[in-house]
């Protein structure tokens, strides 16, 4: 080590700062990085807000000796705000502990760690978000922590809303559907947002069994045969099967009050619990989920009886309900100028249902290799793919027939070849001058990656880069994706960390109910706040209107600081990912 860097990391650390504490509370806002960590052997970025700063220093935490040194990038300037940034880049040191950056008249950072494995506790902690969001059942202390609650929502006498009828289920049938996850920061459930959270679920066991099927959760089931995953996984698959109509296999759209609750425990909260409307889009999601299901389900055949072959049933039986009922949409206001009582609670309604039959042919067919389903997709004649969301499913489809290429029929594969082509046109849009943004990520090139639920735009990117990896093994995806996670966890136009209970400036008052009313100061962990979202519908007060700053932490904003099950999903996958691929 350079005698002369160690004095003065030294001397500059000793000039502000006289212990490793006061480094911590003296961080400056500016410097903005992964407040988790970064791999050994990994690209490790942070952003300094600023221009014209010639050199970083990195420094041990428990010696405040400088470590390693470095010249901060050229100046880029914010395309939404008189802002500068510049890079600090210290790939090159790879030893693991516990470090702090610090650039001379600016300050230092949070800590952070360097080690193998860096995001495995917030894999775990993001798929456990998902217990905390059970309905139906209590959690138990030894489980829960501190966050231990009495069951709510038993929704085992859940009426038949008057949109919902059929010939064998009049108004005010009396129907059990237990179990499921809230799904969001209220205490309602939805079919179509369960739809893309499950399927990313899924995909992240499908993709890597190695690491998803080992992680342990603490959670009631983590001493059965099963990988802890998958028993969170069928929480919510069980609650959807009780939502298929099974006299005609459509699917209602949603188990919901008629209105919101307010801020209460989920066992404070009794109104009248109805299924509303069957529709085409919610009955092709649940096809689709219960096809993937089915095939990724098969090997646990002694542990599930049966429960493959129940979830192909399903799906099959939903598909020829939607094949008879193509074009029947959810539009609630005008349901409530029919139908009584209004419902008002999360609308979930989509303009297309374009992507969802392609997503639900596209699961049928990679699950039964039948050629019925294969001839039903509609291949899009595009240049690009969108980024997945609950509401543009397509590239759900996309990602479960290239993984399954090699197991399809030949006559499929000139198509997925065509799906390749388009996939990989996307991802080189997103890494394009990635470079030469203000944070040197991919999220956030456009003002449109701001929106509600940005968060879920981040990770939902990142799984794209992912695929792209995969087909290319080109570095520069997976180091994309890598930049995204850094976005969640930190290096962002917020400086938060939008991870509930992870990095040192952390979401601390998230739009969500249980968070809200049980009296403990810290938020519920492992729960992904929707991020940056500058339409601030919510009418909350913000600090700013930037777009990628453009975020209040207080639980009045639901625009920007809210929770669901959709946004946790694709950071699970993600971090799955990069813990599976680096080192």
């Avoid at 992240?204 to 802890?228: H, W």
């Avoid at 009922?325 to 989509?350: C, L």
């Amino acid at each position: 080590m350079n005698n002369t860097l160690l004095s003065l990391g030294r001397i500059f650390a000793g000039i502000v700062w006289s212990s490793a504490s006061l480094f911590a509370q003296n961080a400056s806002e500016q410097i903005r990085l992964n407040q988790v960590g970064f791999y050994p052997k990994a690209v490790k970025h942070a952003i300094l807000i600023g221009k014209d700063h010639p050199s970083f220093y990195l420094i041990a935490q428990n010696t405040l000796d400088t470590v390693f040194s470095g010249k901060l990038g050229g100046n880029i300037k914010s395309p939404f705000s008189e802002k500068y940034s510049q890079l600090i880049d210290f790939s090159g040191f790879q030893q693991q502990g516990t470090y702090y950056l610090y650039v001379p008249h600016v300050g230092n950072s949070y800590p952070f760690s360097i080690k193998p494995k860096i995001h495995h506790e917030v894999a775990k902690a993001a798929i456990k978000g998902y217990y905390y969001q059970r309905a139906t059942v209590d959690l138990p202390t030894r489980y829960a922590g501190k966050w231990a609650r009495p069951a709510g929502h038993p929704d085992n006498k859940v009426l038949v809303h008057a949109s919902a009828v059929s010939e064998n289920r009049p108004e005010g049938t009396v129907i059990s559907s237990p179990k499921g996850w809230y799904d969001a920061g209220d205490y309602n459930k939805y079919v179509v947002n369960s739809g893309i959270t499950m399927a990313t679920l899924l995909s992240s066991y499908e993709d890597f069994k190695a690491i998803a099927g080992k992680l342990q959760l603490n959670i009631p089931e983590s001493n059965n045969q099963l990988p802890d995953l998958i028993d969170e996984i069928l929480w919510n698959l069980r609650w959807m099967q009780t939502m298929q109509d099974p006299n005609d296999g459509g699917v209602y759209h949603k188990l919901t009050n008629a209105a919101f609750d307010g801020m209460v425990m989920p066992h404070k909260a009794t109104k009248t619990r109805y299924v509303v409307q069957k529709n085409t889009i919610a009955t092709l999601d649940f096809a689709a989920v219960m096809a993937q299901a089915s095939r990724v389900l098969k090997p646990f055949a002694r542990e599930l009886p049966q429960l493959s072959d129940s979830c192909l049933i399903a799906a099959q039986k939903a598909w020829d309900w939607a094949i008879k009922n193509p074009s029947v949409y959810y539009r609630q206001n005008d349901n409530n100028q029919h139908f009584k009582p209004a419902i008002t609670t999360g609308g979930y309604e989509d303009k297309s249902n374009v992507d969802e039959w392609f997503w639900a042919s596209a699961e049928l067919f990679v699950t039964t290799h039948q050629k019925t389903y294969f001839d039903a997709i509609q291949w899009p004649e595009v240049a690009t793919i969108p980024i997945a969301t609950w509401n543009q499913v397509m590239p759900l489809g996309y990602y479960s027939l290239i993984r399954n290429e090699a197991n399809l029929p030949d006559f499929a594969k000139e198509k997925i070849l065509k799906l390749k082509e388009q996939l990989l046109n996307t991802a080189n849009l997103l890494v394009d001058k990635q470079s030469e943004q203000l944070y040197h990520t991919v999220m956030g090139k456009t003002a449109k990656d701001f929106m509600w639920g940005s968060s879920s735009h981040a990770a939902n990117q990142g799984i794209l880069l992912v695929q792209a990896y995969w087909l290319t093994k080109q570095s520069r995806y997976l180091e994309a994706a890598l930049g995204n996670i850094d976005y969640l966890l930190g290096r962002n136009g917020t400086g938060y960390s939008f991870l509930t209970g992870y990095g040192t400036k952390q979401v601390l008052h998230p739009h969500h109910r249980p968070s809200i009313a049980d009296g403990i100061a810290e938020p519920i962990p492992g729960l992904l706040s929707g991020g940056p979202n500058p339409g601030q519908q919510d009418k909350c007060v913000y600090t700013s209107s930037v777009p990628d700053e453009s975020f209040s932490d207080h639980d009045c904003s639901y625009a920007s600081n809210e929770i669901a099950i959709n946004w946790n999903a694709p950071l699970v996958y993600l971090a799955i990912a990069l813990e599976a691929h680096l080192e």
